[in-house]
Each structure stands twice: as C-alpha cells, then as structure tokens.
C-alpha cells in the first residue's frame, strides 16, 4: 500500500545507456514531482507535473524526459546516460492544484532510485 | 530568488544532548510556507513540519520543537533529549506564491547523535 512507489530501487548501467524509473502515487494527487540528490545530499527540483500538464522544467539537459500518461504516473527516461547523472532521483506528490492559491501542501516522497552509471 | 540556508554542515551530540538545526530563508514574497523534512540513514524523505508565514506560533510535538521568526527570516529546529535514532540529514525548505509549488530546499545537516 505505498503510497508513491518507483521503480527500480537501484539501476546501475553503464555509460551511453538510455534507461527509465517509473513512479506511481496511488493518493489522488494533482501534482507530481522529479528531484535530483547528488552525492552531496543536496535536493534539486527537476521537474513538476500538475494533472499531466509540466508546470516546472528547470534547467536539465534534453537527455532527461519526463512523461506523465495519467495524473498517478511520472516517469522518467533519460537518453545517453552519463557518469555525473549518478545520484538519487526521488519522485513525489502533493495534492496542490494549480488553480489553488493554497501552497501548504506537503510534498510525499518516494524511496528513491539510485542511479549509478559507470 | 528564493533561498534556504542551513550553516551547519554536520553536528555532532551525545545521547540526551539538546541540539539546535538553523535555518534562514530568502524570499520577496509575503505569503510563504516553510517545511522540514528528515532523511534517516535508510533514505526516505519524512515529513516533520509545515508552517505557513502567517502563523508565527512556535511548535512543539514530543521532543521537537519549531522556533520561526520572520524578523530573522529563520525557521529553527530543536531536538531535546537527542536520541541515536535522530540521526539522520535533516532538509528545510520553502516555497511562496509566486513560485507554485517548486520547492527550495536548503542543503541539510547531518546529525549525529553519538551513544
């Protein structure tokens, strides 16, 4: 029953691979997220999916796409895999709604896929 | 631009310790909320606390406590009676209106509570 679940847990791969982690929220939330945690524990939005429309696209090479086929999926894939992509990517969601003013939502987390590219 | 600060890079305490992680944010907006989130060793990111910008009231649940002060733009956190299972990087962060829901987070401190 969890309740923002990806897969997989670990991908170690090597370099110039493409490979995807899929993420699924089963709490009915509008909005979903991409954040990147490097070797330095520091956490990066990478992009931000409200009801399938992109709302947040920071600055990540085109080798990464995210894709949301429905508001409970966004996956990731990312093309020419290379060694500094190596980090932990983490999905989440919040039930925050564009049109919503109310910005008091919490973000619920994923256990993270970690990437090792070699 | 928006911005979150946590100076402590790494604390180190002993068991039943009192132990205080700072935090200083940055934003041109008035209606904001700020968050802290705790990374144990197993990885996961947990939810500990949301405040909004409105609500300046300190927060205590259990051995937790909150300490927010606009006029210093920080939004502290206090262990008391540290135990080794709070060891773990503990993440502020924040967001505002103008930004929808991107968060900020600041780059955490680990903490060490040491038997």
């Known amino acids: 029953d969890t309740a923002v679940s990806q897969t997989p847990k670990y991908l170690v791969t090597q370099m110039g691979n493409d490979k995807s982690i899929k993420c699924e929220q089963n709490?009915?939330?509008?909005?979903m997220y991409w954040y990147k945690q490097d070797s330095k524990k520091f956490l990066k939005i990478m992009f931000s999916y409200n009801n399938k429309e992109l709302i947040i696209n920071e600055t990540v090479p085109n080798r990464f796409s995210p894709k949301s086929p429905d508001k409970a999926h966004l996956n990731l894939h990312i093309n020419s895999l290379e060694l500094g992509d190596s980090a932990v990517y983490f999905c989440?969601?919040?039930?925050?709604?564009?049109?919503?003013?109310?910005?008091?939502?919490?973000?619920?987390f994923g256990s993270g896929t970690q990437l090792s590219v070699l | 631009a928006q911005k979150v600060t946590q100076a402590q890079t790494e604390i180190s305490v002993v068991e039943k310790e009192d132990v205080t992680l700072d935090c200083v944010y940055e934003?041109?907006?008035?209606?904001?909320?700020l968050f802290w989130y705790k990374q144990p060793p197993s990885g996961e990111l947990v939810f500990l606390i949301r405040?909004?910008?409105?609500?300046?009231q300190n927060e205590i649940s259990g051995r937790y406590s909150w300490n927010f002060q606009k006029s210093t733009s920080s939004f502290n956190f206090t262990i008391t009676a540290s135990q080794v299972v709070d060891s773990a990087v503990y993440f502020c962060a924040l967001t505002s209106d103008n930004y929808g829901q991107n968060f900020v987070f600041g780059p955490g401190t680990r903490l060490s509570v040491l038997p």
């Open positions: 989440a969601s919040s039930p925050w709604d564009k049109g919503s003013r109310d910005l008091n939502e919490k973000l619920f």
């Open positions: 405040r909004n910008s409105f609500d300046e």
């Open positions: 934003t041109r907006d008035t209606t904001y909320y």
């Open positions: 709490l009915g939330h509008d909005t």
